[in-house]
């Protein structure tokens, strides 16, 4: 079964440019997370989407970050302008449904470096 | 308020050496609990996970993790750590829906 992929895997940019964080989860799985994972801290969830539907983005900074999953498949994350706090991990990860006992599968993440 | 305290930053050991790591969490009522690892280079994955029952529960790789209510812990143990185990540990736990993980404690196990 393939996992969570990820794209790109590092991005380096500077302030006040843009980036955007490409993910499809495991097939079948209705529930897409991303997670910002600073260096030295465990992942924050940002944003939860159940197929196409957010249900929970109550941590996403939504003056820069924006995120979508147009079609309950693939999602895509994208920080409008970048802040050098931004500099972290990005993971996305999986789930079948939006279940308490539901496994989360992770991706790779993308790293990403804003100076 | 931290939901979830992991104490030991940095833990290095040498092979066959027992292993505890600690874990906190703050809040009372029903707890789903999980520990992930992240071996160096991959992503992270679920190692295992508590919901009900037994408190004592058994993961992969010869992990294990019990439940103390009392102490609102979930420690993870491993009677004799390998080379290979050399990672990053996660606890998290479900709260209002969302999983909240620890910071994180880094495993160095030396042949």
């Known amino acids: 079964e393939a996992g969570v992929a990820q794209s790109p895997r590092y991005k380096i940019i500077e302030k006040r440019q843009s980036v955007a964080f490409w993910c499809n989860p495991i097939?079948?799985?209705?529930?897409l997370y991303w997670y910002q994972q600073i260096l030295g801290q465990g992942p924050k969830l940002l944003i939860q989407?159940?197929?196409?539907?957010?249900?929970?983005d109550s941590q996403l900074p939504k003056d820069r970050f924006s995120a979508e999953r147009l079609k309950g498949v693939d999602s895509t994350l994208k920080i409008q302008p970048a802040k050098l706090e931004d500099s972290a991990v990005y993971l996305c990860?999986?789930?079948?449904?939006?279940?308490?006992?539901?496994?989360?599968?992770f991706g790779p993440g993308t790293r990403l470096t804003v100076l | 308020a931290q939901s979830v305290s992991q104490h030991n930053h940095h833990v290095i050991l040498s092979e066959a050496a027992s292993l505890e790591l600690g874990c906190n969490y703050s809040?009372?009522?029903?707890?789903?609990l999980f520990w992930y690892v992240q071996y160096p280079g991959q992503h992270l994955q679920l190692l295992l996970k508590?919901?009900?029952?037994?408190?004592l529960v058994k993961g992969i790789k010869g992990f294990e993790a019990e439940f103390i209510k009392s102490k609102f812990s979930f420690n993870l143990r491993k009677p004799s750590v390998q080379w290979s185990d050399t990672a990053e540990y996660f606890c998290?736990?479900?709260?209002?829906?969302?999983?909240?993980f620890g910071t994180g404690t880094r495993l160095q196990v030396f042949p």
């Open positions: 508590y919901f009900s029952g037994d408190p």
């Open positions: 989407f159940q197929n196409n539907g957010v249900v929970d």
């Open positions: 097939s079948g799985h209705a529930t």
């Open positions: 809040y009372g009522g029903t707890v789903n």
């Open positions: 990860a999986s789930s079948l449904t939006r279940g308490r006992t539901d496994t989360q599968y």
């Open positions: 998290a736990v479900i709260r209002t829906d969302k999983l909240i």
